[in-house]
């Protein structure tokens, strides 16, 4: 239980691995927030400026919005400039939007308000660690700074009737903060890892880490727009799976597919390589020429002999001006079984 609490406080709860898959999903849902909190803030705090000239009671607020106004103008054009790109950069921008809401307020509710209870700096202390989904160890850092910051400033204007409510409700809502902020940035965390793991499976083969059946269908749209000068199909079939779990069972036939992807992950490129059947592979290859193909193939039937794994192989190429991707798979696919064929045919069996 020490632990849990401890790596929820540290790591999001999450493990390296877990972390590496979502990093930039969590960067660019802060880069996001980022720029659209400071487009919020500038015109917000414009506002309050332009109503403090004909409010008495926003008057005296006047400066702390002036210079509210200016970071968030500042963050918002870093932010449009891309300035955020990188992690170091986008924490910068993060934490300056996060300190200026929480000292800004922390001013205005002790020094701007010594005859008020502060509401303004105990709104901001729950809501804004909500803004970005952070590692609660360094936010905890931040709403702790806040609040120590804001019980000095109270100690040096407030009245004493107001003092103790504000420095008690400061300590409290502190506590609550860190609370809230540390399982909701926990709970956002899991939530895109669920997301990206979904997408992962509904894309992945699980056995061979190779991209599947329906991942072949939604990009093979995108082949053509996808290269330039031409574009090749290598359309794979692993020869005796079949009776290769019969004899030996699944396993050895799971460890024949594994040793086939692991073939085409080293051979071709493992973003347009597919487990699209049980023992059919594609390799999609973009601007490469027949010769490369050719060599490719042959590569392939070495390491496969290597590896006592006899493949039925298909290839096909086009130039982009004539391509017709479903015809090119599918001339890849009749030389694979033609292939297939006449392997069967040297074993003296029939090919069904």
């Not at 803030?41 to 009671?57: L, R």
Request: some cysteine; aromatic content about 14%; proline content about 2%.
């Amino acid at each position: 239980m020490k632990n849990k609490l401890i790596n929820a406080i540290v790591n999001l709860n999450l493990d390296h691995d877990d972390y590496l898959l979502i990093k930039n999903d969590i960067f660019e849902s802060n880069n996001q927030s980022l720029r659209i909190i400071s487009l919020l803030g500038v015109i917000i705090f414009t506002f309050m400026i332009i109503f403090s000239f004909f409010s008495p009671i926003f008057e005296v607020y006047s400066y702390i919005y002036f210079i509210a106004d200016i970071i968030f103008l500042f963050l918002l054009i870093l932010s449009f400039l891309n300035f955020f790109n990188t992690n170091k950069r986008l924490l910068f921008g993060v934490y300056t939007l996060i300190m200026t809401l929480l000292l800004t307020s922390a001013i205005q509710g002790s020094f701007l308000s010594p005859n008020q209870n502060s509401v303004t700096f105990i709104a901001y202390l729950i809501t804004v660690p909500f803004l970005f989904i952070e590692f609660p160890i360094r936010m905890l850092g931040a709403q702790i700074f806040a609040s120590v910051f804001f019980i000095i400033c109270a100690l040096n204007s407030k009245e004493p009737g107001f003092l103790i409510v504000d420095v008690t409700d400061s300590v409290i809502f502190t506590i609550v903060s860190i609370v809230l902020s540390t399982y909701m940035s926990n709970i956002r965390a899991a939530k895109i890892l669920f997301e990206k793991e979904a997408i992962a499976f509904s894309q992945k083969d699980i056995l061979t880490d190779l991209y599947n059946r329906n991942m072949f269908e939604k990009d093979r749209f995108t082949f053509k727009q996808a290269c330039k000068d031409n574009l090749s199909c290598i359309y794979i079939d692993a020869n005796g799976l079949h009776e290769l779990n019969n004899k030996y069972g699944h396993e050895a036939g799971d460890k024949m597919l594994i040793m086939v992807s692991d073939i085409m992950k080293k051979v071709f490129s493992p973003s347009c390589s597919y487990r699209v059947g049980g023992d059919e592979f594609i390799a999609i290859c973009k601007d490469k020429s027949l010769t490369k193909i050719e060599e490719m193939v042959k590569t392939v039937k070495d390491l496969s002999t290597q590896n006592k794994i006899n493949l039925s192989i298909g290839y096909a190429w086009s130039s982009k001006t004539d391509l017709d991707t479903y015809k090119l798979v599918k001339e890849a696919e009749k030389l694979m079984y033609d292939d297939k064929i006449s392997y069967y045919k040297a074993q003296g069996r029939e090919f069904r």
